[in-house]
């Protein structure tokens, strides 16, 4: 036998491929595709890892350091500048120093807002006009404040000249809070440009990974297109089912655990995915909103796309839950097989905001009336054509002094409620007689009332000691007296009642008026609540009297409820533990 044999094709055996070279060729063709395809997705990785580190940078850059500071510089510029032009007119109108110490407070505050925005216009040349301009006015308001403390300073004629300056300052500062709030867009507009950037450079990777992506399918065809049919057949059904095993397993643990409701719907309307955020914002059971037509799980459906069609992208819109309603930031993204909501709330940031423009509201119009009274009573005075009555005078006096004293109360309680906010209130404990406490207040709030309403303490029994701040206090039950007389303006009677309780006292003050909602009585001790928040029905205050006297109670140990019926009056209770030393 010869070792050399003739093949069928005319070749010899030796030159006929084997199988095993076959294989070997095959398996070193898949190596070749699978290191391209490898490298590819390396490069797919790093473009994902460059387009996040992008656009983190730009969100790093223009709001961590350009867009937060810049608001943050300008909102408090304008608040320290507020608190320089309330502490000077307040010592216009009262020629008291220690008026002064929010103005004092305040320079060094300014000044450091006014560095910290010259320092950002090395980043953004843009707004150093702006800058410039609420330095320039910076200047002049200070200018004019030291020219109002100086005149007040020289005595009485001085004082007087000074609040004729009034309308002047308001100018100046009108013209101040303009340049303020136009910082305020700058950073607006800062951020608008970087989520412009974002979005060019989230579509630029886009485009990119999927030329990548295309890339590395078109070389794994090729590659199971030469395998064996068989084999081929079998491997692309493993990796499919592989890779869309993986995708879906991750989607649904990444969206699992984001704090946004995330809905996805078909061309139809129709909930094909409800994340568990959905479900604790939206009190919806993931299983009855599945396969439902949107309109029927989430009736404001319309009220969102709304939101988002007005904005372009992303809307603020409320939904209601359970009675209650919650503030939502919505973005949609439409793609082939349908669109996705995403819902983020955002109730807590609203709730902020409106806290923040009760508070402007009910400052400005709290402060403006008895201004406006002072004011009027002074130019009355100051007319040089008026004939000398005594009697209007006086009048014109004690009307300046109650209203330099409703100012000295509301300034009184604005500063009150800050420390609280802050934790800087120290309370004087002490024991206190609640019987001679409550007598006392009683007999001072007689004073200022009318013979339509009558004020009776009803305290049986022996004398009763807590141990608390007496002049706290004090304050916290002459605050819920007159309360109980500005809400009852048809007149009545009003009782302080004290009684014992195990281990405690308790302070009741009860009242035949106009009574409190139900739906507001939840809210009564909220900060800037007001239950007839547009004074229609003549009652006004600063909505800061509740909220001061639960803290203060609460900081003594003790606690305090309210119960009331519309038009039968309300009673709020106060109660505090027994002092241990009787």
Known sequence: MTDIAVASDGQTAEQAPSTRDRGTAVQRRARIALATMLALLVALAAVAAFATDRLYSSAQNRYIE???????????LLIQMLNKETSVRSYMITANPGSLGAYDAALPAARADLAGLRRLTERRPEIA?????????????????????ALVGSGHKGQLKAQTNVLDGLAR?????????????????????AEHNQHRTFWRTLVFVLFVAVAAIAIGAALLARLPSRIGSLYRREEEARRAA????????????????VILLDHDGTVRYWNPAAVENLGVAEHDALNR????????????????????????????????????????????????????NVTGEQQL?????????????????????????????????????????????????????RLRAIVDQILVASQLDRHELRLDRSDCDVDELCQSVL??????????????????????????????LRQVIANLLDNAVKYTPGGGRTELRIRDDPGA??????????????????????????????????????????????????????SIRLRSERGKGSTFTVELPRSAAV
């Not at 904005?311 to 919650?326: C, V």
Request: charged letters at 30%; glycine letters at 8%.
């Open 66 to 76: 350009e867009a937060f500071p810049l608001r943050s510089y300008s909102r408090d």
């Open 129 to 149: 006009a702006e800058v410039r301009n609420a330095t320039a006015l910076v200047r002049s308001l200070d200018d004019y404040f030291r020219k109002q403390i």
């Open 173 to 193: 500062f009108g013209e101040f809070r303009a340049t303020a709030n136009a910082l305020q867009r700058d950073a607006d507009r800062i951020l608008a440009d």
């Open 246 to 261: 993986e995708r879906g397993d991750q989607a649904a643990r990444s969206l699992g655990h984001v704090e946004e409701a």
């Open 293 to 344: 037509p949107i309109a029927e799980v989430l009736p404001e459906v319309e009220a969102v796309e709304q939101a988002v069609t007005r904005t372009g992208g992303s809307g603020l819109t409320p939904i209601t839950r359970s009675g209650s309603e919650a503030w939502f930031r919505v973005s949609e993204t439409r793609f082939s097989e349908g669109r996705v909501f995403v819902l983020r």
């Open 353 to 405: 905001e409106q806290t923040r423009t009760d508070f402007l509201a009910t400052a400005s119009h709290e402060l403006r009336t008895p201004l406006a009274a002072v004011y009027g009573a002074v130019r009355t005075l100051r007319r040089p054509d008026r004939e000398l009555d005594a009697e209007l005078d006086e009048r014109l006096l004690t009307m300046i002094e109650q209203e330099s004293e």
């Open 443 to 472: 007999e001072s709030a007689r004073i200022h009332t009318t013979a339509k309403h009558e004020l009776v303490l009803d305290a049986p029994g022996e004398h009763r000691v807590v141990e608390c701040d007496p002049a706290r």
């Open 505 to 558: 006292v308790r302070i009741e003050i009860a009242d035949q008026g106009v009574g409190i909602p139900p739906e507001a009585q939840a809210r009564v001790f909220e900060k800037f609540f007001r239950v007839d928040a547009n004074m229609l029905a003549g009652v006004g205050g600063s909505g800061l009297g509740l909220y001061i006297s639960r803290e203060l109670v609460e900081q003594m140990g003790g």
